[in-house]
């Protein structure tokens, strides 16, 4: 009997066990994430749902109406993308599990074969010898029986090494089916999931043609409409510049005694660090609301139903539930509360060299000079009863005199 040739053989199968246990991690958690990204956008589809609910107590068709349907296929089409990318990922792994589980099988199968082989060849000396002790006592030195007594442990050992390794292949083998069978439940899940999703898709679709279609009947409207919006807009965009600018020339003539252009703000330790840390989260501030979505775009972009007529936004637009709190998205300091007649009541706050605008509220819990913390509500947004419960903030992001993309701020 050879036995470093079975060791060897256990070596070999215990090896080849690591390499395929190392093998899914990545797709797994490609399949986790893809798997969070659904959820996320299923509730975001949730929400639009609701906003929609809140718009059918007046059955005509408005520019809230079509923004919420845009918003829904926007949300529908990524979502069925996902979908497909996850069934794709959920194929790559289970093609994993089933690599790995024939590497098993067969490792497996090398392990039993070598078992019985060995289990043969143990009759096999101990047929010859009679007993393990009469082997060990027919040494004809004191050497030897040591050498034989010590073989006859190792081998032992080996035995229960085999019979241990032989059984976790087999458990391991047994999990592997359970993963492909909840993998294969999964995959059914979801593409059913997905045509149904494909079928709403083509609904939104649907209203959305129709829409379009009534909304352009009502063109001189509209473009009345969005005139006099843009007009409160710059109204309210040139008084946020205004009041910004004072602030500034207050603070360098507070430090230089001059109101010179050219001299530039010097920030207080207090004031560096947070306009610091206010840089350092780019991109992961909270929002300014619980719940919602950027239903209008920051810059100047196409309307939604006009031909030819842009819009021009120094911030964004976030669509939310009736009844919602506007929230700080940062710790500072309220340096401004004010209003504009037909734009409702605005908010100001500082962070440094950067300030946050708040606008479209109706009522207002801060006042100048209070010290704010992230997701601090500081206003109820208001909401328009004549325009299906629209509720929507209007949210700027400035560093000293020029605005920023509040998107490339907030969390995604």
């Not at 809140?54 to 068709?61: C, L, M, P, Q, W």
């Not at 350092?280 to 100047?300: A, D, T």
């Not at 006009?306 to 637009?317: D, Q, Y």
Request: hydrophobic share 35%; aromatic share 6%.
């Amino acid at each position: 009997m050879n036995y470093f040739k079975h060791h060897t053989l256990f070596s070999f199968c215990a090896c080849m066990m690591l390499l395929c246990l190392t093998f899914t991690p990545a797709v797994a958690q490609s399949v986790k994430d893809l798997e969070n990204q659904r959820k996320k956008t299923l509730q975001q589809l949730a929400n639009t749902g609701k906003l929609l609910n809140e718009t059918k107590k007046n059955e005509k068709v408005t520019l809230n109406k079509l923004n919420i349907i845009n918003r829904n296929i926007a949300d529908r089409k990524q979502l069925i993308t996902n979908i497909g990318t996850e069934i794709t990922a959920i194929n790559l792994q289970m093609d994993s599990l089933n690599m790995q589980k024939n590497e098993l099988e067969q490792q497996l199968a090398m392990l039993k074969a070598d078992y019985a082989r060995l289990i043969s060849e143990t009759h096999y000396t101990q047929n010859r010898h009679l007993a393990p002790l009469l082997f060990v006592l027919s040494a004809d030195s004191f050497d030897k029986m040591y050498r034989r007594i010590r073989y006859l442990q190792e081998f032992a050992d080996y035995r229960k090494q085999q019979v241990h390794q032989i059984e976790n292949i087999q458990a391991d083998i047994e999990l592997k089916n359970q993963i492909l069978e909840e993998n294969r439940l999964n995959k059914q899940e979801i593409i059913q999931l997905k045509e149904r999703e494909n079928e709403k898709l083509a609904g939104d679709q649907r209203k959305q043609s129709k829409m379009l279609s009534e909304l352009k009947k009502k063109e001189s409207q509209l473009k009345a409409k969005q005139k006099q919006q843009q007009k409160k807009a710059d109204e309210l965009n040139k008084q946020i510049e205004k009041l910004i600018a004072a602030e500034i020339e207050k603070s360098k003539k507070t430090q230089t005694g001059t109101t010179t252009s050219t001299s530039k703000v010097q920030l207080t330790k207090e004031e560096a660090l947070i306009a610091g840390n206010f840089e350092k989260n780019k991109g992961r501030l909270p929002w300014p609301v619980e719940k919602g979505y950027i239903s209008g775009k920051y810059g100047v972009q196409p309307h939604p139903v006009l031909e030819h007529v842009t819009i021009n936004n120094k911030g964004i637009h976030i669509k939310t539930n009736a009844n919602t709190d506007a929230r700080a998205v940062f710790e500072g300091e309220v340096t401004q509360c004010f209003s504009i007649p037909g734009s409702n009541n605005a908010v100001i706050i500082r962070h440094g060299n950067y300030r946050t605008v708040y606008a479209n509220l109706t009522s207002i819990y801060v006042k100048v000079g209070d010290k704010v913390t992230p997701k601090q509500k500081i206003g109820r947004i208001y909401t328009d009863p004549e325009d299906d419960n629209n509720t929507e903030l209007q949210f700027q992001v400035w560093k000293d005199k020029s605005t920023e993309n509040p998107s490339l701020w907030l969390a995604r």
